[in-house]
């Protein structure tokens, strides 16, 4: 049984809409998937939600599609942020995909003391968000912020929200410590927070300094398990 | 700073054993990392823990290291398995080396109707699990079961493990229905389990069928967060 592919397009969409899909997605459904006029698919605009619609025109250069029914709203995704610092390009990659599939409003780089991945590619991050949204049935997307150092992002800390972070040297279980929203989880580079940052943080009023388990995790592991964590736990969780 | 390498070995160990490391390891430490006579190691075996070493001589084709004192004992993994459907070989190295990180006791992979993956590398899936075990601090590493049809892994289960079932369609979330050990955890394929194998688990006398959230996941996202929450909350983690 193939599945009916959906696909986030730049466009709000409404019933009796027509449009053109860009070169990728034009690529993938006439070459890859071979589709033909006529063929269904699903359309997302991370605005309004999640359309039925039909393919009416497919050349390789150009796929034309007509948007019918709307199959679903948008979901609120819970008021969470991820805040990571980056690290090997592939492991930021996975870090993104999974925080997207598990439910964040934004995802935030953060530069910290040791983080030696500077260069980001913000559109190929994006991209694999789209793709584990897509492939996730999600009908919203993560915003993804610009990238801040750890001291400029504290500067800015939004009063309300509860800064969640994770800390290989100890702190309250987080499954005991869970704040509700608004809430941001924090969490660092191979090599960990410097000495100085974990004063920095440890002193910041909105800070929640938590522990993760026992073990020492990457931090691609430690992002996924601090997020199933936060949405299986906090106390309410808006849309969760 | 550099780290000192810790390295799983295949010998049992014991204050002023001297022994030869294998051509990988050897290859690692002394053309890699270029180490010399002297530099100090971690070495551990899987069996007693870990232990201060040396090395006494490093050339290109044999690295021997001399064997001190005891640094800790092995650690007691929890008494948890993760039964994992195969995937694709990077996502599935993936899921055994987070569940490497975040502590089971035993890796089963389970071959069900919709696994498309058969073809298992054993010792590229161990390779993982060793590097996620010496990078993280681990002393223990899982046991890597041969893998085993859906019918046949119920048919000859243990009367006393639970086995959490990790179900698309819902069941009770996991935060609020997780087991004490023994347990395992299972998770399906990409495309889940079919109907017939739902059925086979729902009515097995073991099985918990639970939820992990609103959202579908990935099934290497859907493991890391199964065995976090569960690591966070199982009524008594032996050994975590």
Redesign the interface.
């Known amino acids: 049984m193939r599945q009916i592919p959906r696909l986030f397009v730049d466009t709000q969409l409404h019933s009796g809409l027509q449009l053109s899909l860009p070169p990728a997605q034009t690529h993938y459904l006439a070459t890859v998937l071979r589709l033909v006029p006529g063929a269904e698919l699903r359309l997302l605009d991370n605005r309004t939600g999640e359309w039925a619609a039909r393919i009416v025109a497919a050349g390789r250069r150009q796929v034309e599609v007509s948007v019918g029914a709307q199959i679903r709203p948008r979901e609120t995704a819970p008021d969470l942020w991820l805040l990571a610092a980056p690290i090997r390009p592939e492991r930021f990659q ?1 870090t993104v995909e ?1 925080a997207t ?3 964040v409003a934004l995802i935030l780089p953060v530069l910290t003391e040791r983080t030696q991945h500077l260069r980001l590619r913000p559109d190929k991050l994006l991209a694999h968000m789209v793709e ?1 949204a897509e ?4 009908t919203a997307l993560p915003d993804l912020a610009p990238a801040l150092k750890l001291p400029a992002l504290l500067a800015q800390w939004p009063d309300d929200r509860a800064l969640i972070f994770a800390d290989e040297e100890g702190g309250l ?3 005991e410590a869970c704040p509700p929203p608004p809430a941001a989880i924090l969490i660092g580079p191979e090599g960990g927070f410097s000495p100085a940052e974990r004063a920095m943080l440890v002193a910041h009023r909105a800070a929640r300094r938590v522990s ?7 931090a691609d ?1 430690a992002a ?2 601090a997020l ?2 936060w ?3 906090a106390p309410r969780t808006a849309g ?1």
Chains 1, 2 share one sequence.
């Open positions: 996975l999974k599939e598990l439910g584990a492939q996730c049935g999600r279980p987080l499954a993760l388990g026992p073990r020492l995790l990457r592991t996924v398990a199933a964590l949405q299986a736990l969760g």
